[in-house]
Protein backbone atom coordinates (compact mmCIF):
# COMPACT_ATOMS: atom_id res chain seq x y z
CA UNK A 1 0.00 0.00 0.00
CA UNK A 2 1.76 3.44 -1.16
CA UNK A 3 1.02 6.17 1.79
CA UNK A 4 0.62 9.77 1.66
CA UNK A 5 1.95 11.81 4.93
CA UNK A 6 0.47 15.26 5.07
CA UNK A 7 2.31 17.47 7.80
CA UNK A 8 1.30 19.02 9.63
CA UNK A 9 -2.69 18.07 9.83
CA UNK A 10 -4.01 21.06 11.50
CA UNK A 11 -2.67 24.91 10.96
CA UNK A 12 -4.23 27.97 12.60
CA UNK A 13 -2.46 31.11 12.04
CA UNK A 14 -2.79 34.41 12.03
CA UNK A 15 -3.26 36.93 8.82
CA UNK A 16 0.01 37.92 7.00
CA UNK A 17 1.75 34.59 8.56
CA UNK A 18 3.64 32.34 6.29
CA UNK A 19 3.46 28.59 6.50
CA UNK A 20 4.60 25.62 4.68
CA UNK A 21 2.51 22.35 4.25
CA UNK A 22 4.76 18.81 3.19
CA UNK A 23 3.46 16.05 1.55
CA UNK A 24 5.59 12.98 1.80
CA UNK A 25 5.37 8.91 0.18
CA UNK A 26 8.22 6.37 0.50
CA UNK A 27 7.24 6.00 -3.49
CA UNK A 28 8.17 7.99 -6.04
CA UNK A 29 5.41 9.43 -7.98
CA UNK A 30 4.93 10.22 -11.63
CA UNK A 31 3.28 13.08 -11.00
CA UNK A 32 1.68 15.26 -7.97
CA UNK A 33 -0.94 17.29 -7.78
CA UNK A 34 -2.14 20.00 -4.98
CA UNK A 35 -5.86 20.61 -4.47
CA UNK A 36 -7.47 23.00 -2.21
CA UNK A 37 -11.29 21.99 -0.89
CA UNK A 38 -13.40 24.23 0.87
CA UNK A 39 -16.27 22.84 3.34
CA UNK A 40 -18.95 21.43 0.81
CA UNK A 41 -17.18 21.89 -2.58
CA UNK A 42 -15.10 19.70 -4.47
CA UNK A 43 -11.48 19.66 -4.40
CA UNK A 44 -10.29 22.33 -6.62
CA UNK A 45 -6.90 21.87 -8.53
CA UNK A 46 -4.27 24.43 -8.09
CA UNK A 47 -1.19 22.52 -9.54
CA UNK A 48 0.66 19.61 -11.00
CA UNK A 49 4.05 19.16 -10.38
CA UNK A 50 6.38 16.59 -12.84
CA UNK A 51 9.77 17.24 -12.78
CA UNK A 52 12.04 16.55 -9.67
CA UNK A 53 13.26 19.98 -8.19
CA UNK A 54 10.57 21.35 -10.01
CA UNK A 55 8.90 25.02 -8.42
CA UNK A 56 6.16 26.64 -9.26
CA UNK A 57 4.51 29.89 -8.25
CA UNK A 58 0.95 30.79 -8.17
CA UNK A 59 0.51 34.11 -6.31
CA UNK A 60 1.41 33.77 -2.86
CA UNK A 61 1.31 30.04 -3.15
CA UNK A 62 4.94 28.43 -4.24
CA UNK A 63 5.27 24.52 -4.44
CA UNK A 64 7.99 22.57 -5.06
CA UNK A 65 8.32 18.98 -6.10
CA UNK A 66 11.29 17.21 -4.22
CA UNK A 67 14.18 16.12 -6.39
CA UNK A 68 13.60 12.83 -5.85
CA UNK A 69 10.28 13.04 -6.23
CA UNK A 70 9.40 11.41 -3.09
CA UNK A 71 8.26 14.68 -1.52
CA UNK A 72 6.24 17.78 -1.58
CA UNK A 73 5.74 20.98 -0.40
CA UNK A 74 3.61 24.11 -0.44
CA UNK A 75 4.58 27.37 0.81
CA UNK A 76 1.81 30.33 1.57
CA UNK A 77 3.55 33.68 2.22
CA UNK A 78 1.50 36.67 3.62
CA UNK A 79 -1.64 33.95 4.27
CA UNK A 80 -5.25 35.92 4.33
CA UNK A 81 -8.20 34.27 5.70
CA UNK A 82 -9.03 33.71 1.97
CA UNK A 83 -6.67 30.77 2.07
CA UNK A 84 -8.59 29.30 4.82
CA UNK A 85 -9.50 25.80 3.82
CA UNK A 86 -8.30 21.84 3.14
CA UNK A 87 -5.21 21.66 1.15
CA UNK A 88 -4.59 18.11 -0.10
CA UNK A 89 -2.01 16.42 -2.45
CA UNK A 90 -2.43 13.61 -4.28
CA UNK A 91 0.28 11.45 -5.88
CA UNK A 92 -0.17 9.08 -9.48
CA UNK A 93 2.77 6.46 -8.88
CA UNK A 94 1.77 5.83 -12.50
CA UNK A 95 -0.90 2.85 -11.91
CA UNK A 96 -2.92 4.16 -14.45
CA UNK A 97 -3.70 7.63 -13.01
CA UNK A 98 -5.23 6.26 -10.20
CA UNK A 99 -4.70 9.24 -7.55
CA UNK A 100 -3.36 8.38 -3.99
CA UNK A 101 -4.37 11.36 -1.46
CA UNK A 102 -3.03 12.64 1.29
CA UNK A 103 -4.88 13.05 4.18
CA UNK A 104 -5.08 17.00 4.09
CA UNK A 105 -3.27 20.19 5.96
CA UNK A 106 -6.71 21.79 7.56
CA UNK A 107 -5.31 25.48 7.41
CA UNK A 108 -7.10 28.60 9.48
CA UNK A 109 -5.85 31.66 8.78
CA UNK A 110 -7.15 34.69 11.74
CA UNK A 111 -8.18 38.17 10.68
CA UNK B 1 -14.31 22.15 -11.83
CA UNK B 2 -17.73 23.66 -12.53
CA UNK B 3 -17.59 21.35 -15.39
CA UNK B 4 -18.18 17.70 -13.91
CA UNK B 5 -21.84 17.95 -12.44
CA UNK B 6 -23.03 15.35 -9.56
CA UNK B 7 -26.42 15.18 -9.20
CA UNK B 8 -27.74 15.19 -6.45
CA UNK B 9 -26.23 17.47 -4.55
CA UNK B 10 -27.65 16.49 -0.99
CA UNK B 11 -29.04 12.61 -0.55
CA UNK B 12 -31.26 11.73 2.69
CA UNK B 13 -31.99 7.58 2.47
CA UNK B 14 -33.28 5.24 5.21
CA UNK B 15 -31.69 2.41 6.22
CA UNK B 16 -32.09 -0.46 3.77
CA UNK B 17 -32.85 1.47 0.76
CA UNK B 18 -30.41 1.74 -2.33
CA UNK B 19 -29.12 5.50 -3.27
CA UNK B 20 -27.96 6.22 -6.79
CA UNK B 21 -25.14 9.01 -7.38
CA UNK B 22 -24.90 10.23 -10.42
CA UNK B 23 -21.61 11.92 -12.16
CA UNK B 24 -21.54 13.69 -15.74
CA UNK B 25 -18.00 14.33 -16.34
CA UNK B 26 -16.61 17.31 -18.32
CA UNK B 27 -16.83 17.63 -22.25
CA UNK B 28 -14.37 15.01 -23.89
CA UNK B 29 -13.45 13.11 -20.59
CA UNK B 30 -13.15 9.31 -20.85
CA UNK B 31 -12.11 8.49 -17.56
CA UNK B 32 -13.92 9.07 -14.11
CA UNK B 33 -13.34 8.58 -10.50
CA UNK B 34 -15.24 7.95 -8.02
CA UNK B 35 -13.77 8.62 -4.26
CA UNK B 36 -15.64 8.89 -0.59
CA UNK B 37 -14.70 11.34 2.25
CA UNK B 38 -15.68 10.71 5.91
CA UNK B 39 -16.66 13.76 7.85
CA UNK B 40 -13.20 15.92 8.79
CA UNK B 41 -11.17 13.33 6.28
CA UNK B 42 -9.27 12.77 3.41
CA UNK B 43 -10.73 11.45 0.01
CA UNK B 44 -10.75 7.85 -0.25
CA UNK B 45 -10.41 6.32 -3.77
CA UNK B 46 -13.76 4.10 -4.42
CA UNK B 47 -12.82 2.85 -8.90
CA UNK B 48 -11.41 3.94 -11.62
CA UNK B 49 -13.46 3.43 -14.95
CA UNK B 50 -13.49 4.10 -18.75
CA UNK B 51 -16.18 4.03 -20.98
CA UNK B 52 -18.42 0.73 -20.14
CA UNK B 53 -15.40 -0.64 -18.33
CA UNK B 54 -14.39 -0.70 -14.60
CA UNK B 55 -10.43 -0.30 -14.94
CA UNK B 56 -9.87 -0.61 -11.11
CA UNK B 57 -12.41 -0.96 -8.36
CA UNK B 58 -9.72 -2.23 -5.23
CA UNK B 59 -11.36 0.82 -3.18
CA UNK B 60 -14.56 -0.71 -3.10
CA UNK B 61 -16.49 -2.30 -0.37
CA UNK B 62 -17.43 -5.67 -1.59
CA UNK B 63 -20.65 -5.95 -1.35
CA UNK B 64 -23.69 -3.46 -1.60
CA UNK B 65 -21.80 -1.20 -4.01
CA UNK B 66 -21.54 -0.81 -7.81
CA UNK B 67 -20.44 1.54 -10.31
CA UNK B 68 -20.72 1.96 -13.80
CA UNK B 69 -20.00 4.27 -17.12
CA UNK B 70 -21.93 3.26 -19.84
CA UNK B 71 -21.42 4.23 -23.37
CA UNK B 72 -23.82 6.96 -23.48
CA UNK B 73 -24.96 8.91 -20.19
CA UNK B 74 -23.71 10.04 -16.59
CA UNK B 75 -21.22 7.32 -14.77
CA UNK B 76 -23.59 5.96 -11.62
CA UNK B 77 -22.47 5.00 -8.50
CA UNK B 78 -25.01 2.91 -6.81
CA UNK B 79 -24.82 1.82 -2.83
CA UNK B 80 -27.53 -1.03 -2.31
CA UNK B 81 -29.37 -1.43 1.62
CA UNK B 82 -27.84 1.63 2.52
CA UNK B 83 -26.41 2.05 6.23
CA UNK B 84 -25.75 4.56 8.60
CA UNK B 85 -21.75 4.24 7.79
CA UNK B 86 -22.05 4.85 4.48
CA UNK B 87 -23.08 8.52 5.38
CA UNK B 88 -20.42 10.54 3.71
CA UNK B 89 -19.56 12.58 0.55
CA UNK B 90 -18.97 11.14 -2.34
CA UNK B 91 -16.77 12.97 -5.29
CA UNK B 92 -16.91 12.43 -9.10
CA UNK B 93 -13.55 13.01 -10.85
CA UNK B 94 -13.33 12.89 -14.58
CA UNK B 95 -10.03 13.49 -16.85
CA UNK B 96 -9.28 13.36 -20.47
CA UNK B 97 -6.01 11.12 -20.52
CA UNK B 98 -3.46 10.21 -18.03
CA UNK B 99 -3.68 14.19 -16.77
CA UNK B 100 -4.87 16.05 -14.01
CA UNK B 101 -8.39 14.98 -12.33
CA UNK B 102 -10.87 17.42 -12.29
CA UNK B 103 -13.71 17.10 -9.26
CA UNK B 104 -17.47 17.66 -9.06
CA UNK B 105 -18.71 19.53 -6.00
CA UNK B 106 -19.83 15.72 -4.83
CA UNK B 107 -22.78 14.41 -3.41
CA UNK B 108 -23.69 14.53 0.65
CA UNK B 109 -25.28 11.37 1.46
CA UNK B 110 -27.20 10.47 4.51
CA UNK B 111 -28.74 7.28 6.41
CA UNK B 112 -31.06 8.01 8.57
Known amino acids: TQLLEQSPQFLSIQEGENLTVYCNSS?????LQWYRQEPGEGPVLLVT?????EVKKLKRLTFQFGDARKDSSLHITAAQPGDTGLYLC???????????FGGGTRLMVKP | NAGVMQNPRHLVRRRGQEARLRCSPM?????VYWYRQLPEEGLKFMVY????????ESGMPKERFSAEFPKEGPSILRIQQVVRGDSAAYFC??????????FGQGTRLTVV
Open chain 2, 93 to 102: ASSPVFTEAF
Open chain 1, 27 to 31: SVFSS
Open chain 1, 49 to 53: VVTGG
Open chain 1, 90 to 100: AGDYGAGNMLT
Open chain 2, 27 to 31: KGHSH
Open chain 2, 49 to 56: LQKENIID
